[in-house]
């Protein structure tokens, strides 16, 4: 496969460069023991031996002021929990740490813990880059966790390789007092269809410029699959028994065609004009009131108390694409992991299972706002005093987190850029599919 090949080119180039070095806890880059991975390495082996604290590295990518506090106070609280191990918080950016993890394990020098992506731990298992669970959990651990959720973290082989850190979901974000003043009513919108007639009632518009969006698909923090996930209810541009394209459906033909209305509404400047302020983190077109909708995760709250703290806000669910299909949405999530080759399994683990334990998970989701994989939480949680957050739970329900089969990896690298022409009006929405169809059905038949 495509995937595996570049891969296997990762780590081979890794074998042939020095050891990356790891990033102190404050993002500055010294060398911790002289490996990246820490103080866990034969010189803290030789350390536990004679009695002495290990040290463990955690690596993440939580930098932000709204989280990373908060991750090193529940590093602090393990170090404090135990005298044992010592954990170190070693934050690298996102789009970075994924790489530096696959060139330290080729290396034979990983960190010790990391945080990583739940919808590729199979994936990840099948290349060994992680190393499995196994032998420290027993039932009652496994089963503290929705099944849908450690079903993820379980490799073909039906080998736990991580166990869940947060999962998300996404749901409709509204600005209340927009909604009052135009008279629409949450609980009114219910299909696609009430969602555009909310949406106009929201409009301001003055002369042929729009001055507010009551709504527009894409926007936000969500994809075209998203909506695809929630019309087909729970499925995407694939089916798994056998591994088939599922792309130019006639539903999809719709979903495709509709958002791409929803664009040329409002016109293709309005819409890139608030493309461009939603990733330039600069301006909040939702947090500002040039928008009263938006679909987020349920993340954005963290982001809300920062950038606009006196905001009143509600959510809804993604309404149903008709009536009876249901209020489907994607998500995904993280997990803690040990990557493989790691020095000092044991110690890796108790921080694991620190992390994973109701009272950690409920101090990540008060303060920080995730949501837990864990399935003993109920209401009494001070974190669902909120009533936001009851709402979002409401929404976690009809979460569907997509796992890709291992055979057809990177398809999305394939398929997405076609559809983005429908997208964005290069294309007819109808061609854009049939090419992307075309294209998945080559990707399968290439990497059976």
Same mark, same amino acid.
């Given at each position: ?20 070095? !790891?990033?102190?806890?404050? &993002? @500055?880059?010294? =060398? ?18 004679? &009695? ?5 590295? *955690?690596? !993440? ?27 170190? *918080? ?6 970075? $740490? ?5 060139? =330290? ?23 060994? =880059? ?5 032998? #420290? ?5 496994? @089963? ?12 073909? +082989? ?19 007092? %927009?909604? @009052? ?59 798994? +028994?056998?591994?088939? /394209? ?18 040329? #509404? #409002?016109? =293709?400047?309005? *819409? +890139? ?39 009143? #806000? !509600? ?16 998500? &995904? ?20 299972? *620190? ?5 950690? %998970? ?49 398809? %999305? ?5 076609? $559809? ?10 109808? /061609? ?9 059905? +080559? ?6």
């Amino acid at each position: 496969m495509k995937r595996q090949k570049l891969l296997a080119l990762l780590l081979a180039a890794a074998m042939a460069v020095t050891a990356i070095s !790891g990033c102190s806890s404050n &993002g @500055g880059g010294s =060398q911790q023991s002289g490996t990246a991975g820490g103080a866990s390495s034969a010189g803290a082996a030789s350390k536990a031996d004679d &009695g002495k604290v290990q040290e463990l590295t *955690y690596w !993440g990518w939580w930098s932000s002021e709204a989280r990373k506090p908060y991750i090193q106070e529940m590093v602090e609280n393990f170090n404090k929990s135990q005298s044992k191990y010592h954990v170190t *918080y070693v934050d690298i950016p996102f789009g970075d $740490i994924f790489t530096k993890n696959i060139a =330290q394990i080729a290396a034979g020098n990983p960190c010790d813990v990391i945080a990583n992506t739940m919808e590729e731990v199979k994936f990840r298992a099948s290349q060994s =880059q992680v190393e499995s669970l196994d032998s #420290y959990l027993d039932d009652a651990a496994k @089963g503290a966790f929705y099944k849908q959720y450690l079903d993820a973290c379980t490799g073909e +082989d039906g080998s736990v390789y991580a166990l869940p850190l947060s999962v998300d979901t996404r749901a409709i974000f509204y600005n209340k007092k %927009q909604f @009052g003043e135009a008279g629409v009513k949450p609980e009114e919108i219910k299909t696609w269809d009430d969602l555009v007639a909310a949406a106009r009632r929201l409009d301001v518009k003055k002369g042929s410029k729009f001055e507010r969006v009551g709504f527009l698909p894409l926007l936000g923090n969500n994809s075209v699959n998203t909506w695809i996930t929630n019309a087909n209810s729970g499925t995407g541009f694939f089916g798994t +028994d056998p591994i088939k /394209a599922t792309v130019n459906t006639s539903v999809n033909k719709e979903v495709l065609q509709w958002i791409r209305s929803q664009i040329e #509404y #409002y016109g =293709q400047s309005k *819409y +890139d004009e608030l493309t461009a302020a939603f990733k330039s983190g600069m301006q909040d077109p939702f947090a500002s009131g040039a928008m009263s909708m938006v679909v987020q995760t349920s993340a954005y709250t963290s982001a809300l108390k920062k950038t606009a703290p006196d905001l009143e #806000y !509600g959510v809804i669910p993604l309404p149903e694409f008709k009536s009876g299909t249901g209020h489907t949405t994607d998500g &995904g999530g993280f997990v803690v992991e040990i990557p493989k080759g790691a020095k000092n399994p044991e110690g890796s683990y108790e921080f694991i299972k *620190y992390v994973t334990s109701k009272e950690t %998970q409920e101090f990540l989701s008060d303060k920080i706002g995730d949501f837990s994989a864990r399935n003993d939480f109920d209401d009494s949680a001070a974190f669902f005093q909120n009533p936001v957050n009851k709402d979002l739970a409401k929404c976690l329900e009809g979460t569907k987190t997509l796992i890709v089969p291992n055979q057809i990896k990177g398809y %999305q690298d394939v398929v997405n850029p076609l $559809i983005d022409e429908g997208v964005l009006g290069k294309k007819s929405t109808d /061609a854009a599919l049939d090419a992307a169809q075309k294209a998945m059905e +080559d990707f399968i038949a290439s990497n059976q």
